[in-house]
């Protein structure tokens, strides 16, 4: 198992590629990667599974469904904050 915290952060365009590049290999070798980030969009291209946390409890958990793929916000949308 792979733990990545912030693993995407203050990398350039091109250092995000060559990372994305090494987890799809690792990937393919059957590792298995639990990263936390913000950045969702180069995130969501890798993962199969999800977990979106709010305030520390998970709103949401499961696989990656091709509305997460196609739009990364979808997901905030879907599980934003409702006012108590």
């Known amino acids: 198992i792979r733990w990545l915290d912030e693993p995407f952060t203050s990398l350039d365009d091109r ?12 990937l393919a070798k059957g ?6 980030t913000h950045q969702i ?3 969501m291209e890798l993962a199969t599974q999800v977990a ?3 305030r520390g ?4 958990s499961g696989p990656r469904t091709p ?3 196609a ?4 997901l905030y949308r879907k599980y934003e904050e409702r006012p108590a």
């Open 15 to 26: 250092a995000i590629a060559v990372l994305h590049q090494l987890l799809r290999d690792a």
């Open 31 to 36: 590792a298995t990667i639990v990263m936390s």
């Open 41 to 43: 969009r180069e995130a």
């Open 52 to 54: 979106l946390l709010e």
């Open 57 to 60: 409890k998970i709103v949401h």
């Open 67 to 69: 509305e997460m793929l």
């Open 71 to 74: 739009d990364p916000a979808w």
